[in-house]
């Protein structure tokens, strides 16, 4: 088990580019969860996957962000057209079993700095 | 809508101190409880969970009732140290798709 990978661990990029991010979840773990915190927030809900299905999609992502989770493995977190609204650390999740009462086990997130 | 709230920090608390994070919560159905810990430089862990009223999860000698007819799930522990000092988030969780999180507080414990 080597826990949650991300990719990259930061990234600088100039406003009104696209940036795309890689989640690698623990691999028996069939749900993947993308979250984005900043400064002295907590994490704030993006999206979550069960297997390669996308099962719910947070109202604040804007069309600007789209996810995917091909064959149930990795997922890609993409932004499109970053705004400066857009830097954050976009932590990834996965977990195990279907209901409530299972924790999550987070990567060590994408520092996105948008200039 | 479901929300948490944390007491504010950030706690300053000198080593061997009692250790009291207020963590309040509404849901709109009947959720689980979490607390996560995030150490410097380090991702967020699961430090502890509870599941349903009155229960009591505890890990590293610390503690969270799960306290449904005051909604709070408060996060103590007796004595701590300073490898305790990091961020401690408090988070919900009413069905298998998202979690809602605290702000976080703050914890730094000195020598």
């Known amino acids: 088990d080597t826990g949650v990978s991300q990719n990259p661990r930061h990234k600088i990029t100039k406003r009104g580019q696209n940036v795309t991010f890689r989640c690698d979840p623990i691999?028996?773990?069939?749900?993947l969860y993308w979250y984005r915190q900043t400064l002295g927030q907590g994490p704030e809900f993006l999206t979550y996957f069960q297997n390669e299905a996308q099962l719910e999609k947070s109202r604040l992502l804007s069309d600007r962000f789209s996810a995917e989770r091909p064959k149930g493995s990795f997922s890609t977190l993409e932004i499109q057209r970053t705004e400066q609204g857009d830097s954050a650390m976009y932590l990834c999740a996965s977990s195990s079993g279907q209901g409530v009462d299972y924790g999550y086990t987070f990567g060590s997130g994408t520092r996105l700095t948008v200039v | 809508g479901d929300s948490v709230t944390q007491m504010e920090g950030p706690v300053t608390l000198s080593e061997e101190a009692f250790l009291t994070i207020n963590c309040t919560y509404t849901?709109?159905?009947?959720?689980?409880l979490f607390w996560y810990v995030q150490y410097p430089g380090e991702g967020l862990q699961l430090l502890l969970k509870a599941t349903k009223a009155d229960d009591k999860g505890s890990n590293k000698g610390f503690e969270a009732t799960y306290r449904k007819e005051t909604t709070s799930f408060h996060l103590e522990k007796g004595s701590v140290q300073v490898s305790d000092s990091a961020v401690y988030f408090c988070a919900l969780r009413t069905n298998a798709g998202k979690s809602t999180f605290g702000d976080g507080t703050t914890l730094t414990v000195k020598p």
């Open positions: 849901a709109t159905g009947y959720p689980s």
């Open positions: 691999s028996e773990h069939n749900r």
